[in-house]
Every structure is written in C-alpha cells, then in structure tokens.
C-alpha cells in the first residue's frame, strides 16, 4: 500500500519498499496533501473527489477552530479520519 508522508517540506508518496513515487517530472516532493494523494491514487492531478476531500479537511480545521478547542488529533489522524468519513458516505450511497 502507498502511504502519504508528512515532512518538512510537504508530502511524499512512499511504496512499501521504501522508494518513493515521482510524477511525470520527476517530482516526489508536493506542498498539499491532495497532490501527493493524486498521485498515491495513480493519477497527474487532483481529481473533483480529491478536491472535496481537501475542502473537506479545510471544514475540519474550521469547525474545529471555531468550536474554540483544539482537539487530540494530530494533522495526520485528522486526514485519516476526514478520509475515512467520506469513504462511509460513498459507500452509503
């Protein structure tokens, strides 16, 4: 499985032989995680499902700013279960 790695500089792809993915330029290295995760799913850009992931995450960080606490969750458990969420909706469907 491909995994989606925060660091400093933004967010790579890693297979799980440790080499990380590239997209057409030659790029691993992406400064969102909707970029990184395009190309986790195989594809040159974002797609509208992965944009409305990325709106859906940008709702998290809202809601939870304005609710007035921050919560336990750090960026990657929230974007697990941001994606997790929208999952059981497209399989509710």
Do not use: H
């Amino acid at each position: 499985m491909r995994e989606i790695i925060k660091t400093d500089d933004g967010y790579m792809v890693q297979l799980p032989n440790g080499d990380y993915v590239c997209d057409a330029n030659g790029d691993n290295l992406f400064d969102t995680f909707v970029e990184a995760s395009a190309l986790a799913w195989g594809l040159e850009k974002p797609s509208e499902e992965q944009t409305s992931w990325g709106k859906a995450n940008a709702a998290f960080y809202e809601w939870e700013r304005d609710f007035g606490e921050e919560s336990d969750l750090s960026d990657d458990e929230r974007m697990m279960w941001v994606e997790g969420y929208l999952q059981a909706l497209r399989d509710a469907k």
